[in-house]
């Protein structure tokens, strides 16, 4: 059989599987966080520490990675990560529910049920990925890995705006319910996007009498692999400079230039509006004009990403407050261009490593980006806080810690320059090249 490499359509249909998760997070990491503190009056640390568990138990996704590679499918994992985040996401919803009368007994809940969502999120998005990486051509790498984010991020926005009317006036028995239809729609969606892709378009591994490879001696064997090293390197320090700013761009805006909160609320998404553009400039410029390399695109979206902060910083020293907007959109865009490009380097690299091993391969990376994703966000606050406090104008401080950012993506681009293009061809995409 005859397995063709995965068109524009099908990409799409994957994507699906991110939009699947991106609804379920969205209800965890913003909805249950709002209730957790406003209206159970609860310590802001508590669902912090909650969100930080789940980006722990992500630690896990080489190893379900390693599962599928031994198991030579890769929709089963998807659809059990599904089934378990879509579990976990209503668990969570019936945890803070439970905290209302039930203190101990609902943060209990709610650590298995935050577990349950880290293991989900792990385990689907690792596996498509790494079904993208056998299933797509290689010149589509980059625009599919710009689609799947996007896709991630419209499944966060429309569950956001949907759940806000739903969930109207607010009680807890809408909250659980809310919870249980995003879920159950999420793994019909993803039953959907995965349905006869890996059996028309990836394939089969050869059947092998031989005893597999224990996990931790095919994750050293990884990780002794140079090149999958150093791209593991870039992901975590490229993704801690990209989350480190997160966290302390509105103080910043507030802070140094007096912006309300709606104004500086605006700024944070006209910065996801150049995220947007970027990827979307990603994707053509490598799918459709073929312009360069998926390299080059990551070094540049860095080199961009560190003068846009390093211009941040200038902004705030000199007071320059009208260049902030577009200083803070050139910041998006080329992080934009960065992130999506990533994500199409991860799965060529997969793809160009040793047969079998995409599902780890993949993992392993994903585990090095969930590392940087907590240490980001937590670095970022606490950077801002000591340079606030061992430096008495606040425009400095910050402009320090941006300058910090700047640094990192610079020795990401570093790195970035050394990611050897892979090598082994792909026999299964090569038709339609």
Same mark, same amino acid.
């Given at each position: ?40 009056? &609860? ?35 998807? &659809? ?34 935050? +577990?349950? @969502? ?10 498509? &990925? ?54 159950? !729609? ?78 500086? +609320?605006?700024? !944070? ?55 902030? +907007? ?35 391969? @993949? ?26 406090? &061992? ?12 300058? @910090? ?8 681009? !570093? ?19």
């Amino acid at each position: 059989m005859t397995h063709s490499p995965l068109g524009w359509l099908g990409i799409l249909r994957l994507g699906l599987v991110q939009t699947a998760i991106g609804a379920v997070v969205v209800l965890t990491n913003s909805t249950l966080n709002r209730v957790m503190v406003v209206e159970l009056g &609860l310590a802001a640390m508590l669902p912090g520490l909650l969100m930080g568990l789940y980006y722990g138990v992500e630690l896990l996704r080489p190893r379900w990675g390693y599962g599928s590679d031994i198991a030579g499918r890769r929709t089963p994992w998807i &659809l059990g990560g599904i089934a378990i985040l879509a579990l976990g996401g209503v668990a969570a919803a019936g945890a803070t529910w439970v905290m209302q009368s039930h203190l101990a007994l609902g943060i209990g809940l709610a650590i298995l049920a935050y +577990t349950a @969502i880290g293991i989900g999120v792990g385990a689907s998005g690792t596996l498509t &990925l790494t079904l993208l990486a056998v299933t797509v051509a290689p010149r589509r790498r980059a625009a599919a890995g710009a689609i799947v984010f996007l896709m991630m991020i419209a499944g966060l926005a429309v569950t956001a705006g949907a759940a806000g009317q739903f969930l109207d006036p607010f009680s807890f028995e809408r909250l659980l319910t809310v919870s249980a239809c995003v879920g159950a !729609a999420a793994f019909a969606l993803a039953i959907f996007a995965v349905r006869g892709i890996e059996r028309r378009h990836a394939r089969p591994l050869a059947p092998t009498t031989e005893r597999p490879t224990p996990f931790l001696q095919a994750l050293r064997s990884v990780w002794r692999d140079e090149e999958a090293r150093r791209l593991a390197i870039f992901v975590f320090c490229s993704m801690l400079a990209f989350n480190m700013q997160d966290p302390i761009l509105e103080p910043f805006a507030g802070l140094v230039f007096g912006l309300d909160v709606g104004a500086s +609320t605006g700024l !944070a998404a006209m910065q996801h509006q150049g995220v947007f553009w970027g990827m979307i400039a990603a994707a053509v410029g490598l799918s459709g004009l073929r312009l360069g390399t998926m390299r080059g695109w990551i070094v540049t979206g860095c080199t961009g990403s560190a003068l846009a902060l390093a211009a941040l910083a200038w902004s705030g020293m000199s007071g320059r407050g009208d260049l902030l +907007t577009p200083i803070v959109f050139g910041l998006g865009l080329c992080n934009g261009l960065f992130a999506a490009t990533v994500i199409g380097q991860m799965m060529a690299s997969a793809a160009g490593g040793e047969p079998g091993r995409e599902g780890t391969r @993949i993992g392993f990376w994903g585990a090095a980006q969930a590392i940087a994703f907590g240490c980001g966000i937590l670095a970022g606050a606490g950077a801002a806080d000591i340079a606030c406090a &061992l430096l008495s104008d606040v425009a400095s401080a910050y402009g320090v810690v941006f300058l @910090i950012e700047a640094v990192l993506f610079l020795a990401a681009a !570093a790195l970035a320059a050394r990611i050897a293009l892979p090598g082994r061809p792909d026999p299964a995409l090569m038709p339609g090249e």
